[in-house]
């Protein structure tokens, strides 16, 4: 598998759980849903993927790779993990070339330059390369964040409730885009949301996680 999330719990504070027992698995190239309703421990779930929490007990493994576990944890800046915020969370003061550039480290400055023109063609936003943020739609800067995100070919891609903050129209082409993205760069994916039509159109598998713990899973529908 190349997901393994086993037995994971977590508390904010000792008589709080947030999340117990996860266990879920993955395959290469599979997209996930989390779905559940506010507070049921989603973007807490998410945190934990991305180090940016400690679980009290448990252990994620990507790629071969253990990243926490009762000996051993990453540090959120050593994991190979691409996040899409709520927000988008992009640099106001840095062009869209720039904050899809962020992210690379290690590479030549053309290498660099063709990665941002190879996202920026992805997701279709070539004539925005040296604009703004506060220039862009709501859409179009969901694009420029997703974009970010896989500059870096991460291992893993989290998204956290990507619609939110799109209105009804734009949520059922940018649902449609995202898949196809997804699907394009064979990108490991996991996002929360408590839509069940953003997760039956986007996901392989939907997981409901209720109460910090999971459920139920299933196959969409559509799929």
């Known amino acids: 598998m190349y997901v393994k999330v086993e037995n ?3 508390k904010y504070t000792s008589d709080e759980e947030v999340l117990y027992d996860i266990t879920f698995t993955m395959n290469e190239g599979e997209v996930v849903a989390i779905l559940g309703s506010s507070g049921s421990g989603k973007s807490t779930l998410l ?3 991305s180090g940016l929490e400690i679980p009290n007990q448990g252990s994620i493994v990507i790629d071969e790779k253990t990243l926490c576990s009762a000996e051993h944890f990453v540090e959120c800046e050593r994991r190979s993990v691409g996040m ?3 927000d988008y969370a992009l640099f106001p003061h840095m062009t869209v070339a ?3 550039a ?3 480290k290690g590479i030549t400055k053309e290498a660099k330059s063709n990665r941002v023109d190879e996202m920026l063609k992805l997701v279709n936003m070539e004539e925005k390369k040296h604009v703004y943020p506060h220039e862009l739609s709501g859409g179009q800067q969901q694009r420029i964040a997703l974009a970010r995100a896989l500059a870096p070919s991460p291992s893993i891609l989290l998204l956290d409730e990507p619609f939110s903050n ?10 449609q885009e995202l898949r196809l993205i997804m699907k394009t760069t064979q990108m490991t994916a996991i996002f929360v949301t408590h839509d069940y039509d953003d997760a039956a159109e986007i996901a392989d598998r939907i997981v ?3 109460n910090g713990h999971i459920v139920h899973e299933e196959v969409p529908k559509k799929h």
Do not use: S
């Open 8 to 10: 994971l719990d977590f």
């Open 47 to 49: 945190r934990l993927l």
């Open 84 to 86: 899409v915020f709520q």
């Open 98 to 100: 720039k904050n899809i």
């Open 102 to 104: 962020f992210g690379l």
């Open 166 to 175: 799109l209105d009804a129209d734009l949520k059922l082409k940018i649902r």
């Open 208 to 210: 409901y996680l209720e």
